[in-house]
């Protein structure tokens, strides 16, 4: 069974009422810092994502990312700055405030004696006692499992699961609260480009309503691509960038690629205006060009650029320091 198939008792399942005009933001922080020690993992990171908006969390391998989140889902202690999610200290969130957030996780602890549905039936009764006409809880298991295509599923036990349908779990008992505020860890995981297509169309049929906030982490970049509103890059430790998807790519890639055939050679350029070059190529060479691509950076050039600025930038502080204990030894 496919999303398209089950899409109408899915929607129904998360469609809480009119959230009325300016909601508050989901997430705010500012000038978040977190200290190990003598090792500083984060530096004065500003974030904020608003009502049904998608953000992705990007960044490479120890910048700092889970321990973001873990910091915004109540999960860690912060040294210093200041963080509201749905309008709650992370650190003073009790029961009330949890049950408004879900979260998916890259593992869970192991359920491997329940079956599908029965599990999702005994979660989602802890969130009965927090439900309001304006955001009802828990969501029906059964529009939960055909939203994530584990209808045929239901009766099984968790263990015997394959990895994706495992991961579609996942992903069904992060959102049985109907929450407010959704984090996906690295979500499709395992999934096949089928299921991993039917995700991405959940999330958007979620955000569309413009009430659930979604915080995504991942290495895939098409994929924060295709889902996300707002990007925020973290490198050591640091926001090097944020804003819509569109004006990072544009504003941090170094142009746009022209791809094109001369004299049956193939070239390669990287410009920063490519209608005029276009233009003068066509006028220089006529018939002779052939094969003529222009492609728009994407966020993943942009996310590498940044990368590789943020070291070299790094190497030459570090450079110019070294220089300046030499000059003082001297």
Same mark, same amino acid.
């Given at each position: ?6 899409? /109408? ?13 300016? /909601? ?8 978040? +810092?977190?200290?190990? =020690? #003598? ?14 908006? !998608? ?23 912060? #040294? %210093? ?17 949890? #049950? ?28 009965? /006692?927090? %439900? %309001? ?7 029906? /298991?059964? &529009?939960?499992?055909?939203?994530? +295509? ?8 968790? @263990?015997?699961? #394959? =990895? @994706? ?10 959102? !049985? ?5 959704? *984090?996906?860890?690295?979500?499709? !995981?395992? *999934? ?14 979620? %955000? &569309?309503? @413009? ?25 050591? =430790?640091?926001? !090097?960038?944020?804003?819509?998807? $569109?004006?990072?790519? $544009? ?22 205006? $490519?209608? $005029? ?6 006028? &220089? ?30 190497? @030459? ?14």
């Amino acid at each position: 069974m496919t999303l398209q198939q089950t899409r /109408p008792a899915a929607l129904e399942a998360v469609q809480p009422t009119d959230p009325g005009p300016h /909601p508050a933001p989901a997430i705010e922080v500012r000038d978040l +810092g977190m200290r190990y =020690g #003598s090792v500083q993992t984060l530096r004065g990171v500003d974030l904020r994502v608003e009502a049904g908006e !998608v953000m992705a969390l990007l960044g490479p391998n120890g910048a700092g990312k889970t321990t973001t989140i873990e910091i915004l889902e109540g999960f860690r202690r912060r #040294s %210093s700055g200041d963080v509201r999610v749905l309008g709650c200290d992370p650190d003073a969130g009790r029961e009330a405030w949890q #049950s408004r957030i879900g979260v998916v996780l890259q593992a869970w602890r192991d359920h491997r004696r329940w079956r599908v549905r029965e599990l999702l039936h005994h979660l989602g009764r802890y969130y009965r /006692p927090y %439900s %309001s006409p304006d955001w009802p809880r828990p969501q029906d /298991p059964d &529009a939960l499992l055909a939203a994530v +295509g584990l209808t045929d599923q239901q009766d099984q036990r968790v @263990g015997r699961l #394959s =990895g @994706g349908q495992r991961r579609r779990l996942d992903v069904a008992i992060g959102l !049985v609260g109907n929450p407010e505020l959704l *984090f996906l860890d690295e979500p499709t !995981v395992g *999934f096949d480009p089928e299921a991993r297509q039917e995700f991405h169309q959940l999330i958007r049929s979620i %955000s &569309a309503r @413009g009430r659930t906030a979604i915080v995504l982490t991942t290495h895939d970049l098409v994929e924060a691509e295709q889902l996300a509103d707002t990007v925020a890059i973290l490198v050591d =430790g640091r926001v !090097v960038a944020r804003g819509p998807m $569109a004006e990072i790519a $544009a504003r941090h890639a170094a142009g746009t690629e022209i791809r094109y055939r001369l004299h049956g050679r193939e070239h390669v350029e990287t410009v920063p205006d $490519a209608t $005029a070059r276009v233009r003068a190529l066509v006028r &220089a060479h006529d018939t002779a060009l052939s094969h003529l691509e222009v492609r728009p950076q994407t966020l993943e050039d942009a996310y590498l650029q940044m990368i590789r600025d943020h070291h070299r930038a790094e190497l @030459g502080t570090s450079t110019l320091a070294v220089e300046a204990g030499h000059h003082d030894a001297a």
